[in-house]
């Protein structure tokens, strides 16, 4: 027998009598977990709570249903869609399913008798593609990757691309915004990787002096520049043999990017002031929270070295794509930082973590850190409240 899933569905009506009607006739089915939305602004901004299925009324105060549906499909095109409409028109239907709506019932004395048979055939689909996603997740050994946190999708498929490329010598290049780890993944490959008990070195390209940065990578011999009184090892000869993370790699200098493309290419690097080659066998991670297309076109990046460091893509979601993740998170940083402070162990409120899940989260995981230190210090007992959650001025304050 199929695993018995709970369903998180999501109705978008402002009619509160059909709303109402709807909900407690859903609600007799206890694998049901259904939330109601006025307007369509609402459910969007809770819409990263993922539901699995959402039934939309074709007319809401704020947008059409359509355009509803089509941002749906633009954020999760896993969610199934129903849309409730008193529109009885071919074109209409017609350009509802164009849409990608998954059914579309109109508004009469059987739309509950309509709804279940609909949502029982979504249901079918939805369990299934949960099912599998739970098969294949088994192969994934979690003690491996313990500093990388979250249950969500988007970390799961993280996972599996670190599996894949973390036994080759690929270059690969982690895309991301700011804040959302990529230098723990870096790490991950690395610690998972034969090359293991090697050196790993992270290097911040955005944090060196443009005039030191050939200097800091490839090293430079004693007297090679005014003040280089001694010999010094670059970063890529420290970590011959291991890992180098080049971080924020679109903050290199244009005119230092073709002796970058000559080190990948070739594996050997020369010390500022000397002629002598040294060979490297050295693994190469690089990330950015840049569009290095969009540097590119700029003439701000090389084509050359874009392609080169895209030997393999991992590309890091925002923590507001992340769902409960942002729990997941916010507990672990909440215990790490009353153990290191010696504080007692504080719990964290079902509205503070209402308040956290609401959030938009501009700075990401790093945003997520300093918020919870900040509240564990305001709280005045053992557990954190939603009035302890402050979120800065440049970040939406989600109520």
Known sequence: MSKKYVTRIFLVDDDPIITRFIKISLEQNDLYDIHVFANGREFLNNIHLAPDIVIIDYNLPDMSGLEILQRIKETNSDIRTILLSGQEKLEVVVEAYNKGVNNYIIKNEN???????????????????????????????????????????????????????????????????????KEVVAASIHYNSPRSRRPFVPVNMAAIPVDLIESELFGHEKGAFTGASYKRIGKFEEANDGTIFLDEIGEMPLDLQAKLLRVLQDSKITRVGSNKEIKLDIRVIAATNKDLGQRVREGKFREDLMYRLQGFLIHLPPLRDRGNDVIILAKNFLTIFCKSNKMSLKTISNSAADRLLKHSWPGNV???????????LLSDNDQIDADDILFTESGSNAA
Not at 112 to 137: A, G, P
Not at 158 to 181: D, R, Y
Not at 366 to 376: D, F, G
């Open 111 to 181: 739309v509950v008798f309509e709804l279940n048979n609909s949502l029982r055939n979504l249901i079918d689909s939805t369990n299934l593609r949960k099912e599998v996603l739970e098969l294949r997740e088994q192969i994934i050994d979690r003690n491996r990757y313990n500093t990388i946190l979250g249950d969500s999708r988007p970390v799961l498929q993280v996972l599996k691309l670190i599996q894949k490329v973390e036994n080759t010598n690929l270059i690969t290049l982690i895309t991301g915004e700011s804040g959302t780890g």
């Open 366 to 376: 790093r945003e997520l850190k300093s918020v919870i230190e900040r509240a564990a």
